[in-house]
Each structure stands twice: as structure tokens, then as C-alpha cells.
């Protein structure tokens, strides 16, 4: 089988008459090697079915085929999502019983949407505009989902992979620490992309754990973790209060679970957080 190359990719951009949006995100790889890296570091194992977001004009799609039981790309452009499997017919006929293209949004995309089996990978390019409402969409609505592997803007990766207390750490970090264990899993440049962004890339890796033991909800504990950062320089007992009711509750649940009302909210993990909102009156 052979894989997408830089002029390959551009013969069929224009054939399809496709020019790369900034309202889609739509940056497509042209290099073998960086899809090879991706499929590496994804660790697949045979039996996985891996759901792809945004696979454009299908160069990640061709390297993950063979390494896995199924591909459902997800694709919201619906000239891409038609030529998908045409591309992969005529690169690798013996396996393109293994894709299925679902076109749809995937901010909207829920479990009924995708036939067969439930994917237990998602690896992707994603669009930088929607990497993360994405991830954290698809861990939620998706919980056959074990591992991760995305490329997402360098910066959105050390956000997703900050720990507490660093400069980076903020509400992506915290909700999705909520589903995974996150790390950053290298860089990618901006060459092996056309266009070619303004920025550089990141690999982001995550393994799917239990979320905090509490008796308060997911949607209970991410609203006491965007009232944290909405006002990020303010104390805790300060950033909560509208959250709390009164800044006096606020201080009641912030000692009940056990922190400091003078901390900050990058100082807290997802645990933290998650008794917080357990002690809300």
C-alpha cells in the first residue's frame, strides 16, 4: 500500500476542486513519515476499531488500515467524506472493507451515529479551531474509548498536558484529567502540513481511567472549575462565590473538601475540584 504524497495530496485538492478552510481547520498532512509517527506512538492493537475526526483527503486513514480492525472517519466536509473511500479503494482495495465514513459534525456526533462497533482509539489530525471541545466531546459520549493519540496546535497540547501549578494548566487540563491521564507525546513542525500553518503541532496522548470517586456530577464539578478560572487571579473563596451563592459558602465547601480558600485554581487537580463540588451547599 501506498501512502499519500505532497503532490499526490495537491493533484487531488484540485481535481476536487478543495481548498483548505480556516473556518474547517483543514490542514492537511503531506508527510508519510509524520502518519507513520502517529500510528506508532498511537500503540493500536489489532482488534481496535478507531474512530478519525477530520480525515481529509484520507493520508492518516491509508496508515491506521492496516493496523487495525476497523476506521470510522468522521468527516464534516461532504466532498471529502464522498471521495474517502475512493482514495482508499485505489491506494488499498484488499482493506477498504475496514473504513466507514460517517459525514457528520463531530461536536454533534452521539453513539447512534456510528455503525458497528463501538471505536476503542481515537486518533486524529485534529482542526486546531475545535481540538478540544472534540476530545473532551468524544471522551464523554464515547466510553468505549481506552486511549488517544491527536495532533493538535503545540499549545493546545501543553494545556491538555499541564500539570497543577504551571503557567499552561487551566480548564482544558482539569476536564480532561476528569476522563485520562494526559501527556504530551513530542512536536510536530509545521512543514509536514499543507497549507503550512503559523504555528507548530503537538502529539497529545491519553489513557482513559475512572474519573474522581464523588458524589457530585461531571456537570456539578466542570462548573465549579470554570468558575475557578473565570476569574483566574482571584482567590478561590473570591472565584467561587457565584458559583457557592455567597462567598461565605464558598469557603464552607472549599474547607469542607479541604483546601485552602486562599489557593488559586491552577494550584488544584480534578480531585480537588471534584470534592469541592461535593461540599456545595
Known amino acids: 500500500m501506498s501512502l499519500l504524497g505532497p503532490a499526490e495530496i495537491r493533484r487531488l485538492a484540485e481535481r476536487l476542486a478543495v481548498r483548505p478552510t480556516k473556518r474547517l481547520g483543514q490542514n ?32 492518516l486513514t491509508l496508515a491506521l488500515l492496516p493496523e487495525v480492525r476497523g476506521v470510522v472517519a468522521v468527516e464534516i466536509d461532504p466532498v471529502l467524506a464522498a471521495q474517502l473511500p475512493l482514495t482508499v479503494a485505489e491506494h488499498a482495495p484488499e482493506l477498504a472493507g475496514r473504513l466507514t465514513v460517517v459525514p457528520a459534525d463531530a461536536l454533534r456526533v452521539l453513539p447512534g451515529d456510528l455503525p458497528g462497533e463501538r471505536p476503542t482509539a481515537l486518533v486524529a489530525n485534529l482542526p486546531y479551531n475545535v481540538s478540544v471541545p472534540v476530545v473532551l466531546h468524544l471522551l464523554e459520549t464515547l466510553p468505549s474509548l481506552r486511549r488517544v493519540l ?20 487551566g480548564i482544558p487540563s482539569l476536564k480532561a484529567a476528569w476522563y485520562a491521564d494526559v501527556r504530551r507525546a513530542g512536536p510536530v513542525g509545521r512543514t509536514v502540513f499543507w497549507p ?15 474519573p474522581p470517586v464523588t458524589r ?35 469557603e464552607h465547601a472549599l474547607r469542607a473538601a479541604g483546601v485552602d480558600p486562599v489557593k488559586r485554581g491552577e494550584q488544584l487537580t480534578i480531585d480537588d475540584f471534584a470534592r469541592i463540588a461535593e461540599n456545595r451547599m
Not at 150 to 169: F, H, I
Open 216 to 250: 457530585a456530577s461531571r456537570e456539578e464539578v466542570f462548573a465549579a472549575v470554570d468558575a475557578a478560572f473565570a476569574q483566574r487571579r482571584k482567590t478561590l473563596r473570591a472565584a467561587l462565590a457565584s458559583w457557592a451563592g455567597t462567598a461565605a459558602a464558598a
Open 28 to 59: 492537511f498532512v503531506i508527510d508519510g513519515g509524520t502518519v507513520r509517527r502517529i500510528v506508532r506512538v498511537a500503540e493500536l492493537r489489532p482488534d481496535d476499531v478507531v474512530i478519525e475526526i477530520g480525515p481529509g483527503l484520507g493520508s
Open 150 to 169: 491527536v495532533m493538535v496546535q503545540a499549545e493546545v497540547a501543553d494545556r491538555l498536558a499541564a500539570a497543577p501549578g504551571s503557567k499552561t494548566y
Open 196 to 210: 503550512v500553518p503559523n504555528v507548530d503541532s503537538g502529539l497529545v496522548a491519553m489513557t482513559r481511567r475512572k
